[in-house]
């Protein structure tokens, strides 16, 4: 498995930016699909944004147009840059590998390796 380390999180204000990065351990990291995910207390786990190996990318409607998901190959980090940040995006943030090939899925069951997560709170 993908060891994955999360960091960037933080407390910030509504319509402030952050942005989350995700250093991997695999130098294979370029053959994987990456995702973000989160988790806001007493809700389940849902997903944000992927990329798969060829910089295809997926949203989350709900987050359309405020945040973009990269990856830097050379680096073995993925980002997720936050922007327009509201207080309902508050949520633990992970990242995820998931599958080597395919399209930039939004289905939580085909990552395999997750990191440990980042907070994310928005106040208002």
């Known amino acids: 498995q993908v060891q994955l380390v999360e960091s960037g999180g933080g407390l910030v204000q509504a319509g402030g930016s952050l942005r989350l990065s995700c250093a991997a351990s695999?130098?294979?990291?370029?053959?994987?699909?990456m995702g973000w995910f989160r988790q806001a207390p007493g809700k389940e786990r849902e997903f944000v944004a992927a990329i798969n190996r060829i910089f295809n990318t997926n949203y989350a409607d709900s987050v359309k147009g405020r945040f973009t998901i990269s990856r830097d190959n050379a680096k073995n980090t993925l980002y997720l840059q936050m922007n327009n940040l509201k207080p309902e995006d508050t949520a633990v943030y992970y990242c995820?590998?998931?599958?080597?090939?395919?399209?930039?899925?939004?289905?939580?069951?085909?990552?395999?390796?997750w990191g440990q997560g980042t907070q994310v709170t928005v106040s208002s």
């Open positions: 995820a590998a998931g599958p080597v090939y395919g399209s930039p899925t939004s289905d939580p069951r085909l990552f395999e390796s």
């Open positions: 695999e130098r294979a990291f370029n053959s994987y699909t």
